[in-house]
């Protein structure tokens, strides 16, 4: 039995849920894994990743950003205009990419400026440095602290070092269920199936995160009980690349006679490897520090390939894989450099790889689904 329309599963579907229309905190729509959702969570408030699952079309986005802008940004944008949005009470951007970095802008010059649109909603920034090094982590632990005094301003509210170490501890345990529910996908007959895990990912950043663990326990007891798929005859994939935030791409390989196993995205495995050391004398540094150095890192993090493909093949021992797609949105030129080099790589390894391009919603899905259907049967 799937499960893929499971409640908490089906959450990652649409934009807005139950949570949203339900909660009193205030909520912070981030684009990017960088934002620091511990510190918003201390803070009092309700973390929400804009996404743009299931969008369509983005006429209205392209009047304000050049069509070789990436086009998942032009899609969330396209959303933004058409309110979808308009629950945000923050909007928390970083340099993660030029075109995600765009947002702080537009937003404030079109989106908040909408005719109709009367609320203020506070816009904060960070600058996370594109290198690792000593001086780079201070650098980003001010911002983290700047942003903390930011954030304490603006909602009148005051962030303690035990707001910070529970929060810490929420994040932390909400990690430890994602991992050990994606162990369960990585077994000779897994678990779970690639559009699953993406589903349980996007959802699980779209509600408060106590209730997100209370789901995420449901579930792994649901997953743990449950018999393995039937994957005779299917090829075990590692799915790499641009973010994917609706489950057409992942459905689109899994109906090819494939299952993705295990995956390096940022609705994924990448942002739940590393937890919070929250040991630390100082909690908001240890966020910092695991945001800094985490591992693997984005492909915005320079002179860090080495540590990104090191990730990849031992997913691809872990998880006994048989190929790798490696796929990027039009225009992301951070995935495109790092996929053209993991193409080169891992088939110096023998290990086989199709790199291909795709927008951020998938017109031409049966074309696409050949290339796929051909790669496959490519490996032996
Ligand atoms: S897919 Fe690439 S260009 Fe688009 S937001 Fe992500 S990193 Fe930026």
Redesign the pocket.
């Known amino acids: 039995m799937r499960l893929e329309s499971d409640p908490f599963l089906s959450l990652a579907n649409k934009i807005p849920n139950q949570h949203i229309e339900g909660t009193d905190k205030k909520i912070a729509g981030y684009y990017c894994t960088y934002i620091p959702e511990e510190l918003l969570e201390a803070a009092g408030m309700f973390p929400y990743r804009i996404r743009a699952t299931d969008n369509t079309d983005t006429d209205k986005a392209d009047t304000y950003m050049v069509r070789f802008t990436?086009s998942?940004?032009r899609s969330t944008l396209n959303l933004a205009l058409d309110g979808e949005y308009d629950f945000l009470d923050g909007l928390f951007i970083c340099n993660?990419?030029d075109?995600?970095r765009r947002m702080f802008e537009i937003y404030d010059m079109v989106v908040f400026k909408r005719d109709g649109f009367n609320k203020l909603v506070p816009r904060f920034y960070i600058a996370l440095p594109h290198i690792i090094s000593e001086e780079g982590f201070q650098w980003f632990y001010e911002e983290i602290r700047e942003l903390k005094e930011k954030i304490e301003k603006a909602y009148d509210v005051e962030i303690t070092d035990e707001d910070l170490r529970s929060s810490n501890a929420l994040y932390n345990q909400n990690r430890h269920l994602l991992r050990k529910i994606f162990d369960l996908r990585m077994l000779d007959s897994p678990k779970l199936s690639g559009t699953e895990a993406l589903q349980l990912s996007i959802a699980n950043s779209s509600v408060p995160k106590d209730i997100a663990n209370q789901e995420l326990e449901r579930l792994l007891k649901i997953f743990k009980k449950r018999e393995g798929l039937d994957t005779q005859g299917k090829k075990r994939i590692l799915l790499i690349g641009?973010?994917v935030d609706n489950i057409q791409l992942t459905k689109l390989v899994e109906e090819s006679d494939a299952i993705i196993i295990s995956d390096n995205l940022c609705f994924g495995k990448k942002t739940i490897m590393d937890d919070v050391d929250n040991t630390m004398a100082n909690p908001l540094k240890a966020i910092a520090k695991r945001l800094y150095f985490r591992n693997p890192s984005c492909p915005?993090t320079m002179d860090d390939h080495d540590r990104r493909l090191n990730f990849i093949k031992q997913e691809i021992q872990k998880g006994a894989i048989d190929g790798v797609l490696l796929q990027?949105?039009n225009?992301?030129?951070?995935?495109g450099c790092d996929n053209m080099l993991f193409e080169h790589e891992l088939k110096n390894l023998n290990i086989p790889v199709f790199n291909f391009d795709r927008e951020n919603f998938q017109a031409d899905t049966t074309r696409l689904q050949t290339r796929i259907e051909a790669f496959l049967e490519m490996i032996s």
């Open positions: 990436c998942f940004v993660s990419c075109h995600s641009s973010v915005r990027r949105i225009n992301c030129d951070l995935h």
